[in-house]
């Protein structure tokens, strides 16, 4: 029998997802070695792979926000990683979130949020205190971090209102970028680059 167009695009798919995390965790070794070039590379390929994966799964129910937000990663992750196009990158992923809230707004996500307010308010104390603590450390950074970090709090609040696995991926987007954060303030420590890749 024949196979159908939808079964061909389907078995793709989870040899899609492994070549994803092959490539990222070639990228957090390169950049555990401090191999530079390469893990760009890497890492300019890891969200077209990942938007792949979820085209080949979803297909023509992939939706558009979501298309939109990986691509906008894709302009961050590349920005970021060279000093000329990092506020670039910064409205890249600041357009991402602004995607995934949106999305998440339209899954009803807004009626668990205001039931679940302290969810809000911490995330609320969490921005603030970090702010209070690295904006001064940031220089001319400080207030592109602050808009980008409030859209990320907003993000990782509305994700807790969709359910348990979209609120623990925000959560974890908050701390991989909170990492990157103590980075720009110069309060680097080891092994952060790594803890960065695995919960991004």
Known sequence: MPVRPASRRYSWAPATLALYVVLGTAYTVLRALDVGGPAVLLKALLMPTLLLWVVLSLGRRTPRLVVAALALATVGDVGLEFEAGFLIGMAGFLGMQVCYVVGFLRLGAWTRVRDRWWVGAAYLVVWLGANLVLGPRLDDLRIPILVYSLALTVMATVAAGVDRRVGLGGLLFLVSD??????????DFAGRGSVVMVTY
């Open 178 to 187: 909170l990492l990157i954060g103590f980075d720009l303030a110069e309060l």
